[in-house]
């Protein structure tokens, strides 16, 4: 047998990695696996607690997601919550917390309201809240800095307890890799400072260079963010998509001020989150507002380099120009963005941010909130430049050759089981293997 070879190998060390790596180890009969992870531990990057807001998205209170999308995102964030429980992790790093979705005014309650009634059937757990309950459950809301109720009318619609809504996809990266290490009679080896240089098709096999170590494989799966792009284009796969790396920043409070998640409505014309605040499980639940959105010409936050990297993978044509000019001309847009970069000026940011941050509590006073340092990660929004236009979610480039490139921006985290699903599919229908797709479905999905 030559030397690092393995049947399938995985790219990447964040969620989605760790997902596919786990479901390959349990449910299929792949024998030889790897992960090859480029830094010295697992989810340092977006995957980490820190990098995301720590949400399960079910689609229930995200107001940007459509009701097929919530059918497809209930369902992957059901797996989980299944993996986690089966798995012992409540209330270690997976917990449940009040949630809901407000609209503050006319326009936005109206839109509430009509949400409630269209997702209700979906989501019968779901519970509308008009003013006077919101004060009782999530006062905050309600009440000024003086004890004065907000003049305008507030509802909600969300679970006042008992729904898994939070967890930290790092520590759960972890504890998937680990069970899936506890698979017997088969190789799964990690290789932790292993950063992909290059991967190229040779017969029937791939070719995978690490700085110092060359890996053979029948499959590959690139799992590495922005960088799957990055990686794909080397192949001179992927040409029409062009990757814009928006990062997102958070403000943290100094206590908890929110008993739950409260999400905000999203503006229809907007191509990014709307402003939210979530109890932090890292921070001992005080509240976390954002994020924000900021493009960066980086791949990668927070750690260096990765510039060329950005305008590798961008591409710049007038295609992309074309996206550029169409976001910049709306006005909603351009404020947006431009606020958004005022956002990360000091003391100038906070005034700033606080502003929009009333919206969800308006007795928010400047000194209980602060910048999060080292907080937010790089989500590699797609541009596609056939249809020149930016692709909101998720995106994958599959040549059909043994090889797939996988760009996961929000909810990815929440999607990785069901895409490593889709991913083991591809792999063992490529390689003739079997996916003991009963195990799968009696243990993440009945």
Do not use: W
């Amino acid at each position: 047998m030559i030397k690092n070879h393995y049947d399938v190998l995985v790219v990447g060390g964040g969620i989605s990695g760790a997902a596919l790596f786990y479901e390959l180890a349990k449910y299929t009969n792949v024998n030889r696996i790897a992960l090859l992870e480029k830094y010295d531990r697992l989810s340092k990057l977006n995957s980490a607690g820190t990098s995301n807001s720590q949400t399960i998205h079910f689609g229930d209170i995200e107001t940007n997601y459509t009701l097929e999308k919530a059918r497809k995102v209930k369902e992957t964030a059901s797996m989980v919550v299944k993996y986690c429980l089966q798995h012992g992790h409540e209330n270690n790093f997976m917990f449940a917390h009040q949630k809901m979705a407000i609209g503050v005014g006319d326009v936005e309650v109206a839109a509430i309201k009509k949400r409630y009634e269209e997702f209700k059937e979906l989501y019968p757990y779901l519970e509308f809240f008009d003013k006077a309950k919101l004060a009782l459950i999530e006062p905050k809301l309600i009440y000024d800095e003086n004890g004065n109720e907000r003049p305008e009318d507030v509802v909600g619609m969300g679970v006042e307890g008992g729904e898994y809504s939070t967890v930290d996809f790092g520590k759960m990266s972890e504890s998937m890799v680990s069970e899936a290490q506890k698979a017997e009679g088969k190789t799964t080896d990690v290789y932790f400072n292993s950063q992909v240089l290059s991967i190229k098709k040779l017969g029937d096999i791939h070719v995978v260079m690490t700085k110092d170590k060359t890996f053979t494989a029948d499959f590959v799966v690139v799992n590495a963010g922005a960088h799957s792009l990055f990686l794909a284009h080397q192949m001179g796969y992927g040409l029409e998509y062009a990757c814009l790396p928006v990062a997102g920043s958070f403000y943290l409070s100094k206590k908890k001020i929110l008993n739950g998640k409260v999400y905000m409505v999203q503006h229809p014309k907007l191509p990014f989150a709307a402003l939210h605040g979530d109890p932090d499980i890292l921070a001992d639940g005080n509240t976390r507002f954002g994020p924000t959105a900021l493009v960066l010409p980086k791949l990668e936050r927070y750690v260096n380099g990765t510039y060329l990297d950005f305008f590798k993978t961008l591409q710049f044509d007038s295609k992309v120009a074309k996206v550029f000019y169409d976001l910049l001309k709306d006005s909603d847009i351009r404020n947006y963005i431009f606020r958004n970069f005022f956002f990360e000026v000091p003391k100038y940011g906070k005034e700033l941010f606080i502003k929009d941050a009333r919206k969800i509590v308006p007795s928010l006073q400047l000194d209980e909130i602060e910048y999060a340092n080292n907080f937010g990660g790089v989500r590699p929004q797609v541009i596609n430049k056939t249809e020149q236009k930016l692709m909101l979610g998720e995106a994958s480039v599959n040549p059909g050759t043994g090889i797939v490139f996988n760009m996961t921006p929000s909810p990815g985290a929440t999607s990785c089981l069901g895409n490593a699903r889709r991913d083991v599919r591809l792999v063992c229908a490529y390689l003739g293997k079997t996916f003991d797709e009963d195990a799968f479905k009696r243990e993440l999905i009945d």
